[in-house]
Each structure stands twice: as structure tokens, then as C-alpha cells.
């Protein structure tokens, strides 16, 4: 079955890099996305990536996709406290109906 | 939230008793989606639509019924709420059913006392 494994919690300081780190199990799937979760909010989509890339840029983000070792990884540059939330990695089934979640990360950013 | 409301968006019941959210959507988009969230697990689906009156199972649909009569409106029904039900509901809804334009409502949270 599919599972996506992430780690609870991040904390760094403002204006350094983050990376959160991502595992998933389904090698089929042919998009795997990262959503951040503010508090109280909805899930917002930040970035996807297509499953024969293997790193997509979009301005303080970028995405890195290890297929081999199934490992999919986010990195904020220049972090900003407003950049505090929780990170969710998803893959998205061979149909791409269905999207299965990480646990989250929760970002801390300490000024 | 691109036009999705989520009504009530707290609710405290008591066990044993019916709970129905709803979840309204203004973008005449074709799929809506029911999720809840749990520490740990993320979201994980409940049922979704892909269209007036067409609704299929997700991962964790046992204990919940969904109905969907308008295309925006879709109701999800817990016939008699349990404590394991407590949760974060969230509706989503996608006009392609990609998850890539797939747009999240704020939430409901719902406590099962």
C-alpha cells in the first residue's frame, strides 16, 4: 500500500534554509506535491513536480525528487517567519484521483 | 479559499448522535472531496464526488456517508458520531480532479464527547 513518511518537526532561524524531507512508498505515481497548512487555514498548494524530473525551482523553493530512493525533499531559502507552518508532502495514486498525505512537518522560525 | 465554505466550522456532539457537515462551493467545479485530519496522519480521504448524485469511497469511508444532490453542495453524514471521529473535516473541490487544481475549504472541527 501507499505511505508517505515525514518528520514532525523543523525549527530554524530566520533567514537560513530549510529542508523538509519526504518518503513515499508509490513508485507509479506520476506527481508528488508539497502544501503548506497555516493555522486555522485549509491546505494551500506551494509546488508539485512531475515524476521524470528531478528538481524544480519556483523563486525561495525548491524541490528535489530522488526516484530511486523515493525520497522527495523541499528547500525555503531565506527563511521568514511567515514561512511558520505545517509542510505536507502528498503523492498522487496511477489514477491521479486519489492523493495520500505525510503526517506534516512543523516549521518553526525563530527571528 | 476559491469559494468554498464549510459549514459549521465547530461542532461538539455526543456519541451516538447523527452529525451532517456540508460543504459549498461557488466555482461550479465538477469534484468535491471529503478528507479529515488526524495528528500524524495528515489528510486522508473520505469520499468524493464527480458529479450530481456520483460519489465513490476513499481510504477511511467506514462510519461516514456522503450525498451530493446539487453540484454545490456536498454533505457528509456521520449516521452515529463515535470519539475515533473527532477530527478536522476539510472539503476540497477540483474542477479536472487533479490534485494539482485541487482548492481546500477551511475546515470544521468536530469534537466527539
Known amino acids: 500500500g501507499e505511505d508517505v513518511e515525514q518528520s514532525l518537526f523543523l525549527s530554524v532561524r530566520e533567514g537560513d534554509s530549510s529542508v523538509i524531507n519526504c518518503t513515499y512508498t508509490?513508485?507509479?505515481?506520476?506527481?508528488l506535491y508539497w502544501y503548506k497548512q497555516e493555522p486555522g487555514a485549509g491546505l494551500q498548494l506551494l509546488t508539485y513536480?512531475?515524476?521524470?524530473?528531478d528538481m524544480k525551482q519556483d523563486q525561495r523553493l525548491t524541490v528535489l525528487l530522488n526516484k530511486k530512493d523515493k525520497h522527495l525533499s523541499l528547500r525555503i531559502a531565506d527563511t521568514q517567519t511567515g514561512d511558520s507552518a505545517i509542510y505536507f508532502c502528498?503523492?498522487?495514486?496511477?489514477?491521479?484521483?486519489?492523493?495520500?498525505f505525510g503526517g506534516g512537518t512543523r516549521l518553526m522560525v525563530k527571528p | 479559499d476559491a469559494g468554498i465554505t464549510q459549514s459549521p466550522r465547530h461542532k461538539v456532539t455526543e456519541t451516538g448522535t447523527p452529525v451532517t457537515l456540508r460543504c459549498h462551493q461557488t466555482?461550479?467545479?465538477?469534484?468535491m472531496y471529503w478528507y479529515r485530519q488526524d495528528p500524524g496522519h495528515g489528510l486522508r480521504l473520505i469520499h468524493y464526488?464527480?458529479?450530481?448524485?456520483?460519489?465513490d469511497k476513499g481510504e477511511v469511508s467506514d462510519g461516514y456517508s456522503v450525498s451530493r444532490s446539487k453540484t454545490e453542495d456536498f454533505l457528509l453524514t456521520l449516521e452515529s458520531a463515535t470519539s475515533s471521529q473527532t477530527s478536522v473535516y476539510f472539503c476540497?473541490?477540483?474542477?479536472?480532479?487533479?490534485?494539482?487544481?485541487?482548492?481546500f475549504g477551511p475546515g470544521t472541527r468536530l469534537t466527539v464527547t
Open positions: 466555482e461550479n467545479h465538477r469534484y
Open positions: 513536480i512531475f515524476s521524470n524530473m
Open positions: 476540497a473541490i477540483s474542477e479536472t480532479g487533479t490534485a494539482i487544481e485541487q482548492y
Open positions: 502528498a503523492e498522487e495514486n496511477n489514477a491521479g484521483n486519489m492523493l495520500t
Open positions: 508509490d513508485s507509479s505515481s506520476t506527481y
Open positions: 464526488s464527480y458529479g450530481v448524485k456520483d460519489t
